[in-house]
């Protein structure tokens, strides 16, 4: 670095004097030989290099006006090894010089990072670093009248098959599967975190990756319990570190102005939905997208296909006979309008479809229980590899009884994994509107109505598997009346500022939804509201404001209670402290 700096300076101070010699030639002459002397004893110019420099300056044509005798050049002394001879120099050639050098030198430093000594390397010029981070404290207090007997099914198909034939039968013979908890109050303080960067690698092709927290690799837990334990004493806590997951890895593409596709791990292309999708929710998969103006009319559209779950390659793991992959898919279509009816008026409504292929569970082929072994039945990659709370569910496996030949028991082993009971064809309709009239100070009015279209109730309570009772699982009635529904919507206002950026920003908002147990995917719904999930309706109030650039608090209100079923009220409390940059 120090003979870049060197090279720089002495480059620079060459053209500078060269420039300087169009207006003194005598003074010029001499100075010249001292600086090119100069630069070869530093080692910045060799001999021959300087010979090159100055070939230029030869004797001037006769009959120039300032020229000196011939005799006077030829009368010269011959110059001694190590010596440069400088003759006169017209004026028109020094600037000449004085410009080629310039040129030369600054497009040398701008190819090779010299031309500042303290500049950064090229390539950290197309790289941006982004992350948020978010402390709370968040408080879970139920209604004390809650029904506990919520079963968690999440757990279950996640983990081992549970025996329905054992759950009830008998004091001695109970098997309890594992229950939520809808009773007991909870405080908890919680950490999100995410890091990463995103590089331009071409003019329309960049790169984005960010890790970042969560309990677990679902696609709705990105927080991280301080002093964690999973269920069992001694299992996490004590300042345990916390795990970092991929949150997203994509690329953007824009090959035309209007077009924009994403692939990858990205976030959520589509409008923000209180209603379908957690807001932090990663989209794996394609999604283009396009915008075009015409006039105050903003047109715009997304597509896109994304996987929702893939069958384990070696399934089934513990048979020597493999099964056929039944992998599910997220197809969605959206297209909408902006208009800017004045200019402190602007009206959107996006409209919908997403289809969710594949995720219904699927009834299996005869299946015999193999016990003191692990085993598969050929359907078992159709339960629902995430569930929060809400959609309806049936046990999806045809079990064999088995009876032991010497001792037969009334009650033979059902070991049972859970799938959706509905398929989801949701229709999504999103109007907004906003109103700067008392501009700093916006309003924001916004509503989403939302609709199961492949919901068919009669489906539903009829489907089960031979030998089990027909019908799904959850979301019955006292008289166990199939009670779920199809539909949901909601309401909300927000009054301030829609993006807090500085110090003292303002806004606050009050919402109310209603969401029926099928009328979208609960997997994906948002994890805050209820606990989470579907088959939710109440009242959301709540705040932000600045506290520094970029940094805000946030506290919001929740109220809500199940639809159907079982009563399940909760109330919660949010405080957050927010920062991203």
Same mark, same amino acid.
Do not use: K
């Given at each position: 670095m120090k003979l870049l700096a060197n090279r720089w300076l002495g480059c620079t101070a060459l053209s500078a004097? @060269?420039?300087?010699? $169009?207006?003194?030639?005598?003074?010029?002459?001499e100075q010249t030989v001292k600086l090119i002397k100069l630069l070869i004893q530093k080692g910045i110019l060799s001999p021959g290099q300087a010979g090159d420099l100055l070939k230029e300056t030869a004797a001037p044509a006769r009959g120039h006006a300032h020229a000196a005798p011939l005799e006077a050049e030829e009368a010269a002394p011959a110059a001694n090894p190590g010596q440069i001879r400088v003759t006169y120099v017209p004026q028109f050639i020094r600037k000449q010089i004085a410009d080629q050098v310039r040129a030369q030198v600054m497009e040398e430093a701008q190819q090779e990072g010299w031309a500042a000594p303290n500049a950064l390397p090229e390539w950290t010029q197309r790289i941006t670093l982004l992350g948020d981070l978010r402390f709370r404290y968040q408080g879970d207090f139920f209604d004390k !009248?809650?029904?506990? *007997?919520?079963?968690?099914? #999440?757990?279950?198909? %996640? &983990?081992?098959?549970?025996? +329905?034939? #054992?759950y009830g039968v008998g004091a001695n013979t109970q098997t309890n599967p594992p229950f939520l908890n809808t009773t007991e109050d909870r405080n908890r303080f919680r950490v999100k975190a995410r890091i990463g960067a995103e590089a331009v690698i071409d003019d329309w092709v960049k790169a984005t990756i960010m890790v970042g927290t969560g309990s677990d690799d679902g696609p709705v837990t990105p927080n991280e319990t301080l002093g964690n334990n999973n269920g069992s004493l001694g299992a996490s806590g004590d300042f345990s570190k916390p795990s970092l997951w991929l949150d997203k890895g994509y690329f953007t593409l824009t090959p035309l102005p209007q077009v924009t596709? /994403? +692939? &990858?791990?990205?976030?959520?292309?589509? @409008?923000?939905?209180?209603?379908?999708?957690?807001r932090f929710l990663g989209f794996d998969g394609v999604a283009a997208q396009f915008n075009q103006n015409i006039g105050n009319v903003t047109l715009f559209g997304t597509a896109g296909g994304f996987p929702l779950f893939n069958t384990a390659f070696d399934f089934a793991t513990n048979s020597e006979v493999k099964y056929a992959s039944r992998d599910s898919y997220l197809a969605a279509l959206q297209a909408g309008a902006s208009w800017q009816i004045r200019p402190q008026l602007k009206a959107t409504l996006g409209v919908g479809i997403f289809d969710y292929l594949g995720v219904q569970g699927a009834v299996s082929s005869p299946c015999?229980?193999? /016990?003191? &072994?692990?085993? #598969?039945?050929?359907?078992?990659?159709?339960? %629902?590899?995430?569930? *929060?709370?809400?959609?309806? @569910?049936?046990?999806?496996? !045809?079990?064999?009884p088995? *009876?032991?030949? %010497?001792?037969?028991? $009334? #009650?033979?082993?059902?070991? *049972?994994?859970?799938? /959706? $009971?509905s398929r989801f064809n949701v229709l999504n309709v999103h109007p907004i509107v906003d109103i700067t009239t008392y501009d700093p100070i916006d309003l924001r009015i916004e509503g989403e109505f939302i609709k199961n279209l492949a919901f068919d109730r009669d489906e539903i309570e009829v489907h089960a598997p031979p030998r089990e009772v027909p019908g799904p699982v959850n979301n019955l009635g006292a008289n166990g009346d199939f009670l779920g529904g199809d539909t949901g919507y909601m309401l909300k206002a927000t009054l301030g500022q829609l993006e807090i950026r500085k110090l003292w920003d303002w806004s606050a908002f009050v919402s109310y939804r209603y969401l029926e147990t099928d009328a979208t995917l609960d997997a994906i719904a948002d994890a805050d509201f209820h606990e989470g999930g579907t088959n939710a309706q109440g009242y959301l109030l709540g705040g932000d404001l600045g506290i520094a650039k970029n940094t805000w608090v946030e506290v919001r209100l929740l109220n809500a209670q199940s639809v159907s079923g079982p009563h399940y009220g909760a109330e919660q409390i949010y405080l957050d402290l927010n920062s991203k940059f």
């Open positions: 004097l @060269l420039a300087a010699g $169009a207006l003194a030639p005598a003074r010029a002459d !009248n809650n029904s506990n *007997q919520f079963i968690n099914f #999440n757990a279950i198909n %996640t &983990g081992s098959a549970f025996d +329905a034939n #054992n596709i /994403l +692939a &990858g791990r990205e976030p959520n292309p589509f @409008l923000p939905s209180d209603l379908m999708f957690y015999v229980v193999e /016990l003191g &072994g692990a085993f #598969n039945c050929d359907t078992d990659n159709t339960r %629902t590899a995430f569930e *929060q709370f809400g959609n309806t @569910l049936y046990p999806i496996r !045809n079990i064999v088995y *009876q032991p030949t %010497t001792s037969p028991t $009334a #009650n033979p082993p059902d070991p *049972q994994y859970y799938g /959706l $009971a």
